[in-house]
């Protein structure tokens, strides 16, 4: 029996979308809030959103609205506007949010300025709403189009958790329950930094063995990085973390590899996201998850370089011979 009968969904970019088609799959009714007036228009006369997610033909349970009042009566909301416009988006939710209504994080950054995780954001502007964090290997087209992936629901209430992963798991949506949130989003935040360094190295040429040797010394930051915020490293050697991290940096499908790719290719940053409507999570979270390890004393030279490298401090080929001299030391 289904606890939860209505879900709300802010933000209609890509994953938003195929999550609505999650929810609706589960059996729930669905209302996807959306911006953008051409979306709200093509959802309602062609079944797509043309802008963000063209050419998936949308369930039929699920109705797009404009306005956050349309979400008033929403028994479970998923809350996917991109991590820097989070905060504003669940402000403007906060005047129609039924009381007791869980919000599922599934935005995958760090605020710039304030340095503050998706369930910091979140408890901020809807102190009493109680929250979950969704994250994982799930490139949107994928899941749209009802291809198979498992991914983590992390909720300190673990019969809650229990209840929304009950709720939206589908026969090709497998959600596996945690405690630990902290984990959850800060494998999604930092994953999003280390594949655009993958894609540079892809785009520079670099070798099977360099992208495998930055994969694992990427996860070894992430990890640190985690466990300094008070995650648990198993969280992080799960599907939100490793899982997603492995995703993301393997494939161009990836806008944060894609971008590295461009980099790495010779572009500049403005030229790699000229014309692009959609987000790459890791050009914004670079700079705050570098300050983030600064403030708690964390190791992290990979995002640092990327960091660097999107601010204009350094130049590709200097970042790279930096990261390869730096002294030898353990692995651990
Ligand atoms: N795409 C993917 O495969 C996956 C994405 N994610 C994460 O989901 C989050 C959303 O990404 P995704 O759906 O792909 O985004 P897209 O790039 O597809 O779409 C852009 C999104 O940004 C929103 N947006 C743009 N400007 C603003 C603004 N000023 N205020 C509020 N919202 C704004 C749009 O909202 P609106 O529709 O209302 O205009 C839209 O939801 C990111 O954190 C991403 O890392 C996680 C897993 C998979
Ligand atoms: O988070 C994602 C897959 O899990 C999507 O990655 P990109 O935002 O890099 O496309």
């Excluded at 996807?32 to 797509?48: F, G, H, K, M, N």
Aim: hydrophobic content about 50%; charged content about 15%; some cysteine.
């Amino acid at each position: 029996m289904n606890r939860f009968k209505h879900a709300g969904v802010i933000g209609a970019g890509a994953w938003g979308t195929a999550l609505a088609q999650v929810c609706a799959r589960a059996g729930l009714a669905v209302t996807l809030q959306a911006r953008e007036p051409e979306v709200v228009e093509s959802i309602a006369a062609r079944r797509e959103n043309t802008l963000f997610l063209p050419g998936v033909a949308l369930e039929p349970e699920i109705a797009a609205v404009a306005d956050m009042a349309g979400l008033s009566s929403c028994d479970l909301i998923l809350a996917v506007a991109p991590a820097q416009h989070l905060r504003s988006a669940l402000k403007a939710l906060a005047p129609h949010l039924r009381a007791g209504t869980p919000v599922v994080l599934c935005a995958k950054g760090v605020e710039q300025g304030t340095l503050k995780l998706m369930t910091e954001v979140a408890a901020e502007t809807l102190p009493d709403a109680p929250l979950a964090v969704l994250s994982g290997p799930s490139f949107a087209g994928e899941v749209a189009r009802n291809l198979p992936t498992a991914v983590t629901l992390a909720c300190e209430d673990e019969a809650l958790g229990r209840a929304i992963a009950e709720a939206i798991a589908t026969p090709t949506f497998r959600p596996y329950i945690a405690g630990d949130m902290i984990g959850a989003e800060a494998g999604g935040a930092v994953k999003n930094v280390l594949a655009i360094a993958c894609g540079i190295v892809e785009g520079k040429g670099l070798g099977r063995s360099a992208h495998a040797a930055l994969i694992t010394r990427g996860f070894a930051e992430l990890t640190r990085l985690a466990m300094a915020l008070g995650a648990r490293a198993e969280t992080v050697a799960g599907l939100c973390g490793l899982g997603d991290l492995v995703l993301t940096c393997s494939s161009p499908q990836s806008r944060n590899m894609s971008v590295g790719l461009a980099l790495g290719g010779g572009m500049t940053l403005t030229e790699a996201l000229a014309g692009k409507l959609s987000v790459a999570e890791g050009v914004a979270s670079a700079p705050a998850v570098r300050d983030l390890a600064t403030r708690l004393g964390v190791e992290m030279p990979i995002c640092q370089a990327v960091a660097a490298i999107l601010a204009g401090e350094a130049q590709v080929d200097a970042a790279i011979a930096g990261l390869l001299s730096r002294p030898l030391k353990s692995e651990a």
